[in-house]
């Protein structure tokens, strides 16, 4: 595969009028949403043969936005696009060296299509680059289509995908606020002194909208994201490592001077950049801070977004980040596992008691899959699982205040927030899922799978629940990074630690610390992986396969090679 020639320094002016963008986000069977970061305020149209949407600008701390909804398409389509910014056509850009963009919308008689990974730096493409961080793997896929390749599926026609995506699902670290690229770093010195806190980290507004341009404005992965139906959720390093995984933690970034503006700036460029593009029209119409945006009539919204994102901060009670799509008959529900968290020791919970409660009304049967989507893996290793529940247990004070003291240090030291550090949340979904998966809630599905990723590793796990004729096959499947892989040591220290020394330590310690035994154990059906990866899922009626790929250099820098890293029959 020829890999296109592209620069990999971000262009000194926008594409035309374009800063970021188009991106093509929700799309379901007869319309599709198109988002831009354009130069100046004024009324964006987007043109797809006779269909035509509109929409004026909005603007925020100086940044202009639209989205524009195209409606009554036909299920199907592939309807190559314009933009334009009032007269001015802003996309495709003169002389591309892509196919053109489309809007592709769902036909939900045909075989789904969800590709999906997390953990994307935004560096250089060069062979020096791709030796400390690997090929990035999005932009593979996105030369890969570009010369007509697609993913192999699994099994028969009939039973899988085969062609193009239906949706890019990205779970969790988009843009990292906490580990800048040179380019980033260059950019904060350029703005401000960068001897003071947070130093090379981001501050505020302004910086987040210069990290996701730098993100996804690389011509290769900007006609990627301008052509593939794209839904997103936010990790910790979205915001920063290990974000809302202790009071302790909260409470010591609140004490520092800069923390403010990073979480305001944090959540108000990502509901814009991001969580948006997630909902329906119907539901952005719905939404009170949609509204309130609309409602400032071209003022610029800043003010209104920063007293949005504080209060979402202070309270997760006051905003909703999760989303459900219904894509035919499978069902995905995408679990916001970092803003709605509870910390306080006496009340920890992985999402708070409302989203637990709107959770608990998605799951349920008649579905022919139920697509679990949180950023970190529900299920992990078992032993790091269980080395994860004590370390909760002994830093709510089980041990004792110093004992407690130093579980704190140890948590935040290695990372330990997944959802087994969150036991009662955790307990609670595993019961929700295992009536779903009983037939309880309806007809069963024939899988419930969780898709995930965060800790820089792939796998494929199957939770040990009865199974058979009215039953559902219970999976956890991480895919992750697409690029930013784990040093060769590190990788061997995971391995060593998650998949084996973990094992009997972690069963001693929480059973010295008193926490009871999960409700039901799981265990490793593939894996694990440690390359960069995407993973494709590949549905038809109630079959399902996924198969996990990565990208290499080949001969020489002209060229990518795809590699399989792994592959399963899930259903």
């Given at each position: 595969?020829?890999?296109?020639?592209?620069?990999?320094?971000?262009?000194?002016?926008?594409?035309?009028?374009?800063?970021?963008?188009?991106?093509?986000?929700?799309?379901?069977?007869?319309?599709?949403?198109?988002?831009?970061?354009?130069?100046?305020?004024?009324?964006?149209?987007?043109?797809?043969?006779?269909?035509?949407?509109?929409?004026?600008?909005?603007?925020?701390?100086?940044?202009?936005?639209?989205?524009?909804?195209?409606?009554?398409?036909?299920?199907?389509?592939?309807?190559?696009?314009?933009?334009?910014?009032?007269?001015?056509?802003?996309?495709?850009?003169?002389?591309?060296?892509?196919?053109?963009?489309?809007?592709?919308?769902?036909?939900?008689?045909?075989?789904?299509?969800?590709?999906?990974?997390?953990?994307?730096?935004?560096?250089?493409?060069?062979?020096?680059?791709?030796?400390?961080?690997?090929?990035?793997?999005?932009?593979?896929?996105?030369?890969?289509?570009?010369?007509?390749?697609?993913?192999?599926?699994?099994?028969?026609?009939?039973?899988?995908?085969?062609?193009?995506?239906?949706?890019?699902?990205?779970?969790?670290?988009?843009?990292?606020?906490?580990?800048?690229?040179?380019?980033?770093?260059?950019?904060?010195?350029?703005?401000?002194?960068?001897?003071?806190?947070?130093?090379?980290?981001?501050?505020?507004?302004?910086?987040?909208?210069?990290?996701?341009?730098?993100?996804?404005?690389?011509?290769?992965?900007?006609?990627?994201?301008?052509?593939?139906?794209?839904?997103?959720?936010?990790?910790?390093?979205?915001?920063?490592?290990?974000?809302?995984?202790?009071q302790v933690w909260r409470d010591q970034m609140q004490a520092t001077q800069?923390?403010?503006?990073?979480?305001?700036?944090?959540?108000?460029?990502?509901?814009?950049?991001?969580?948006?593009?997630?909902?329906?029209?119907?539901?952005?119409?719905?939404?009170?801070?949609?509204?309130?945006?609309?409602?400032?009539?071209?003022?610029?919204?800043?003010?209104?977004?920063?007293?949005?994102?504080?209060?979402?901060?202070?309270?997760?009670?006051?905003?909703?980040?999760?989303?459900?799509?219904?894509?035919?008959?499978?069902?995905?529900?995408?679990?916001?596992?970092?803003?709605?968290?509870?910390?306080?020791?006496?009340?920890?919970?992985?999402?708070?008691?409302?989203?637990?409660?709107?959770?608990?009304?998605?799951?349920?049967?008649?579905?022919?899959?139920?697509?679990?989507?949180?950023?970190?893996?529900?299920?992990?290793?078992?032993?790091?699982?269980?080395?994860?529940?004590?370390?909760?247990?002994?830093?709510?004070?089980?041990?004792?205040?110093?004992?407690?003291?130093?579980?704190?240090?140890?948590?935040?030291?290695?990372?330990?927030?997944?959802?087994?550090?969150?036991?009662?949340?955790?307990?609670?979904?595993?019961?929700?899922?295992?009536?779903?998966?009983?037939?309880?809630?309806?007809?069963?599905?024939?899988?419930?799978?969780?898709?995930?990723?965060?800790?820089?590793?792939?796998?494929?796990?199957?939770?040990?629940l009865p199974t058979g004729p009215g039953r559902s096959r219970v999976l956890?499947?991480?895919?992750?990074?697409?690029?930013?892989?784990?040093?060769?040591?590190?990788?061997?220290?995971?391995?060593?630690?998650?998949?084996?020394?973990?094992?009997?330590?972690?069963?001693?310690?929480?059973?010295?610390?008193?926490?009871?035994?999960?409700?039901?154990?799981?265990?490793?059906?593939?894996?694990?992986?440690?390359?960069?990866?995407?993973?494709?899922?590949?549905?038809?009626?109630?079959?399902?396969?996924?198969?996990?790929?990565?990208?290499?250099?080949?001969?020489?820098?002209?060229?990518?090679?795809?590699?399989?890293?792994?592959?399963?029959?899930?259903?």
């Amino acid at each position: 595969m020829t890999d296109t020639p592209t620069p990999d320094e971000l262009p000194a002016d926008p594409v035309g009028g374009l800063v970021i963008g188009p991106l093509l986000r929700h799309v379901d069977e007869t319309s599709a949403t198109i988002w831009v970061e354009v130069v100046r305020p004024g009324t964006v149209t987007v043109r797809a043969h006779e269909h035509v949407g509109s929409a004026p600008t909005f603007t925020v701390h100086g940044h202009h936005y639209a989205l524009v909804d195209v409606v009554g398409l036909p299920p199907g389509a592939h309807l190559p696009y314009e933009v334009h910014l009032d007269q001015d056509r802003i996309w495709p850009p003169p002389r591309s060296m892509f196919p053109p963009s489309a809007l592709r919308t769902m036909d939900f008689s045909e075989p789904l299509r969800i590709v999906f990974g997390t953990c994307r730096t935004s560096v250089p493409h060069d062979r020096r680059t791709n030796h400390r961080y690997g090929v990035d793997v999005l932009r593979a896929l996105a030369l890969r289509l570009v010369d007509g390749g697609v993913p192999e599926p699994i099994g028969t026609p009939k039973e899988a995908a085969s062609g193009w995506p239906s949706l890019l699902l990205f779970l969790g670290d988009q843009v990292y606020a906490d580990e800048t690229s040179d380019a980033m770093r260059e950019h904060i010195a350029h703005n401000r002194d960068i001897t003071q806190p947070p130093g090379e980290e981001l501050a505020d507004f302004d910086e987040y909208a210069y990290l996701y341009r730098l993100a996804w404005v690389e011509p290769t992965i900007r006609w990627a994201l301008s052509t593939i139906p794209s839904a997103m959720v936010f990790d910790d390093h979205d915001v920063r490592d290990d974000w809302n995984c202790s009071q302790v933690w909260r409470d010591q970034m609140q004490a520092t001077q800069w923390w403010q503006g990073r979480i305001v700036g944090g959540l108000a460029s990502y509901w814009i950049y991001q969580h948006l593009g997630n909902l329906s029209p119907a539901e952005r119409a719905q939404d009170k801070v949609w509204q309130q945006v609309q409602e400032a009539d071209g003022a610029d919204a800043g003010p209104i977004l920063d007293e949005f994102a504080a209060a979402a901060d202070a309270d997760p009670l006051t905003y909703r980040w999760s989303y459900r799509r219904d894509l035919g008959n499978t069902r995905l529900v995408v679990i916001d596992s970092r803003a709605a968290r509870v910390t306080a020791e006496d009340e920890r919970a992985m999402i708070d008691p409302l989203e637990t409660a709107w959770l608990d009304e998605q799951l349920t049967g008649g579905h022919d899959h139920l697509l679990l989507g949180t950023s970190i893996p529900f299920l992990l290793p078992m032993g790091l699982h269980n080395g994860e529940a004590w370390n909760e247990a002994v830093a709510g004070g089980v041990w004792g205040k110093r004992a407690a003291r130093w579980a704190e240090v140890i948590r935040q030291g290695a990372d330990l927030e997944h959802w087994a550090a969150f036991q009662r949340s955790f307990r609670q979904v595993q019961e929700m899922v295992a009536s779903v998966a009983a037939g309880e809630r309806g007809p069963a599905p024939a899988t419930v799978t969780f898709l995930s990723g965060d800790v820089h590793h792939s796998y494929l796990f199957e939770a040990d629940l009865p199974t058979g004729p009215g039953r559902s096959r219970v999976l956890q499947a991480v895919c992750s990074p697409i690029r930013n892989p784990l040093p060769q040591f590190a990788r061997f220290v995971t391995a060593t630690l998650a998949y084996g020394v973990a094992g009997a330590a972690g069963r001693a310690l929480s059973r010295a610390a008193r926490v009871s035994t999960p409700p039901w154990t799981w265990h490793t059906v593939e894996g694990p992986w440690f390359d960069n990866a995407l993973a494709t899922l590949d549905i038809g009626g109630r079959s399902a396969t996924m198969a996990w790929e990565t990208a290499v250099e080949g001969a020489d820098d002209d060229h990518l090679l795809w590699c399989p890293v792994g592959r399963a029959r899930l259903s």
